[in-house]
């Protein structure tokens, strides 16, 4: 298919609570009720449905890495369930569900289980921030905590810290910059989605909007600041992980598609409204893990 990377989510509770924990694959789905779901995994990854929860997703990082598939762990959510909504209790430090020093208790744990992992090469501490609590003094105390506690567990892997605003927000930093013990791996994330602006692209002029947009996108993010795009490559040795910045952001004979992690769309927007990463979903269900 192309791609040498995926970030695969988690929530804080897979290893935080033992109510969830202690679930296996089977008893987890009978709770929701996902029965063709299950039936999928039986025909595909029969070995899978007795496992533990977490022995599962660690089923899924050995088989990536098997397959040459780098994996970047993402804390989704705290609780389990669908993401991502305002009031969905794990949008902000301090939400219902979202306690920050459970939030750092279950990234510690989560890194130091993959420190010996190679093709483990980050973790992004935690997706879309949002909701009406979320300002960025709190992102600062916080994202700082956290990305020190990942560090501090794994030192080898990247630490990528995401936005406010659903991660369409990271503005704030071209006024303050994150203050962290260590140099040269941590990275930001930003998304954006054809729907980020949805109401606006309902109402609005869609060719005046589309300039206002990719504007606001690339001060937002803080792309256009000449920093540049991560990508990830494997070192010649397989064991190590190269970052450089991004190629292939333009027309380029010369380029290699086949060497990144995402594919670009041929466009005549920006470099930087066209720096989003395509995820690949993993459907357990559907797919047979060793055929990733």
């Known amino acids: 298919m192309g791609f040498n990377c995926v970030r695969l989510t988690w929530p804080t509770f897979l290893v935080t609570n033992a109510s969830y924990s202690s679930l296996t694959v089977e008893q987890s789905f009978q709770r929701l009720n ?8 039986r025909a595909n990854n029969p070995a899978v449905v007795d496992l533990k929860l977490i022995d599962a997703f660690k089923a899924v990082v050995s088989s990536l890495g098997e397959n040459n598939v780098m994996v970047i762990l993402d804390n989704h959510v705290s609780k389990p369930g669908w ?20 939030w750092v208790d279950g990234l510690t744990k989560m890194a130091t289980m993959f420190a010996g992992v190679p093709h483990v090469v980050g973790m992004s501490l935690r997706n ?29 892997v990247l630490v990528i810290l995401s936005g406010l605003s659903f991660d369409n927000d990271l503005a704030f930093l071209n006024s303050r910059q994150v203050s962290l013990s260590f140099a040269r791996k941590a990275a930001f994330e930003v998304h954006w989605y054809s729907f980020s602006n949805g109401q606006e692209w309902a109402a609005g002029n ?15 993010s803080g792309s256009g600041d000449g920093r540049g795009m991560l990508c990830l490559d494997v070192g010649a040795d397989g064991q190590s992980v ?26 005549t927007r920006s470099v930087a409204a066209n720096s989003m990463l395509a995820e690949l979903p993993v459907k357990l269900g559907s797919s047979k893990i060793r055929s990733l």
């Not at 869609?206 to 937002?220: D, F, G, I, K, T």
């Open 34 to 41: 996902l029965t063709e779901s299950l039936a999928g995994i």
């Open 83 to 102: 993401c991502c909504d305002n009031a969905d209790g794990n949008g902000f430090f301090g939400d219902g569900y979202f306690e920050p020093d459970v």
């Open 128 to 156: 879309e921030l949002r909701g009406p609590r979320q300002n960025s003094n709190d992102w600062y105390k916080y994202m700082q905590r956290g990305a020190e506690a990942v560090h501090a567990a794994n030192p080898r």
């Open 206 to 220: 869609p060719n005046e909007l589309h300039v206002a947009v990719n504007a606001s996108s690339a001060s937002s």
């Open 242 to 267: 190269v970052t450089n910045p991004c190629r292939c952001l333009s027309a380029d004979n010369s380029c290699d598609p086949e060497s990144q992690w995402f594919k670009m769309v041929s466009s």
